[in-house]
Structures are given as C-alpha cells and as structure tokens.
C-alpha cells in the first residue's frame, strides 16, 4: 500500500486556501485525499475556512461565528492570495461536496472546536455529508476529541482521527477509548518510531504539513498512511518514482 497525498486546505501552496479553486486543483493533480475545515456561522451555516476570524484570508475582519452566511458571502476570499482570484468566496461545506461529486478519495473535515465555539457543528456536518455525499468516505479529525466523541455518537459509523501535535502517553488506549481508527500526527512526531509502533496497533498514520520534498521521501520509505500536504502535486510526482 502507498502513502496517500491529501491536499491541505486544498492546494494551498498555489491557490488561496480553503477556496473552491483549492479544491479543483486538489481534484485537478489528483490527490487522494482533500484536507479542510469547518466553522459555523451566526445563523448556522457550516462555512470552509481556516480561521476563526476572517482576517487573514479575506478582505474582511471580525469573528465568523458573529456573522451570517450572506453577510460572509460579501467578502473576497482570494485576492489576498493573488489577484488572479479575486471574486473568490468562502465557500460552504455543501459547495464543497457538490463540486467534488466526482471526487473519488477521502475527505478529511477538520472541526475547528478547539475553543469550543460551535455547539452542534458536528451533528450539522454529519447531515450534510448523509444529505449530499453519503458514499463519500470522510474522516473527520479534531484537536478537541471531545468534537470526535460527539460525531461518533452522531454516527457510530464514522472514521475519526485525533489531531496530535505529540505522541500520547498511551496512544493505542486512548485512541480505541475515543473510537478513532487513525491518528492525525504533526510530522516530527510521526516521522519517528511511534508511527510504526501505532500502525502495529492498527493506527493509521498521517502526518501534517509535509511540504518538503525529502519529508515526503522519508514519508513514503516510512510507510506512513498518507501525508497531507501544501503540495499535492509535487508530492504526487514524488511517489510516482518513488
Ligand atoms: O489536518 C492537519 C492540519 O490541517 C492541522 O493543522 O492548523 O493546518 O488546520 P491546521
Ligand atoms: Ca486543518
């Protein structure tokens, strides 16, 4: 089995992040696996972005939670990156799923709950994907494994991974407690003897944010489950020799 590529946030090396254009290009270079995140709006919208506020990637400021969607919609989400982009949006999850209703690899929802801001995000997500991309396989990964916790209850069925800077005293343990398959590792933790130890508990390994052409490499020799990555096609091209 190969190590998959999962586009961060999209291509985000080459296209404004967390952007419908991110995700075709994602789509475009053909990256197994596509890597966003999730935020609610005022009025209960489950938006795409990075952030909490909307400062760094639109021409706006100020809280996403202390705005609607349509208020949202106002912003330009991509001149920041490239005037090339202007007219840009930020987009919401169900734009997301409609455009990739070809896209055949894995999505990874990231729930952005780290201060918990979003009370029933997770029970809004899960209704959207049954709703309009029910064959998709998502896996939905957190820093608060508390937000895991609530989706599995949401769906028993769902593929869960603990968003980690470190190695936990006792990852397998608390990775079954929390009823995650995988384990979603900053990448000087996973480029170590743990990911090797975890995958023989049966703990898939990504590692985040490989960028660097011989991290990818070290990567592949590694074995890890897949890598996610700022540059899905440089990686792609990589693994192609590999
Ligand atoms: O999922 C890996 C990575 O996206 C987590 O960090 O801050 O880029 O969302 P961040
Ligand atoms: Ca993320």
Redesign the pocket.
């Given at each position: 089995m190969h190590t998959a590529v999962f586009a961060?946030r999209g291509s985000k090396s080459n296209r404004p992040e967390n952007t419908l254009a991110a995700f075709e290009e994602a789509m475009r270079v053909g990256s197994d696996g596509i890597?966003l995140?999730v935020h609610l709006t005022k009025d209960k919208q489950v938006v795409v972005m990075?952030d909490e506020k909307i400062d760094r990637t639109t021409n706006g400021k100020g809280q996403i939670k202390n705005y609607s969607l349509a208020e949202l919609k106002q912003f330009d989400a991509g001149s920041w990156f490239s005037p090339k982009y202007k007219g840009e949006r930020i987009p919401t999850l169900v734009q997301v799923l409609e455009l990739l209703s070809d896209f055949s690899g894995i999505l990874?929802i990231?729930f952005k709950t780290d201060r918990n801001v979003y009370p029933g995000i997770e029970l809004k997500v899960a209704q959207f994907v049954r709703q309009y991309r029910a064959d998709l396989p998502v896996v939905y990964?957190s820093f608060n494994h508390e937000s895991l916790i609530r989706m599995k209850k949401i769906d028993p069925n769902a593929e869960l991974a603990l968003?980690l800077w470190e190695r936990l005293a006792d990852p397998w343990r608390y990775t079954q407690q929390v009823g995650a398959t995988a384990q979603?590792l900053w990448q000087p933790s996973a480029l170590s003897e743990t990911a090797h130890q975890l995958q023989q508990h049966g703990i898939k390994v990504r590692a985040?944010?490989v960028n660097k052409p011989k991290l990818m490499q070290l990567s592949f020799e590694m074995g890890l489950d897949a890598i996610?990555t700022d540059y899905p096609e440089v990686a792609l091209d990589l693994r192609a020799n590999f």
């Open positions: 961060h890597e995140d990075h990874n990231e990964s968003l979603h985040w944010t996610i």
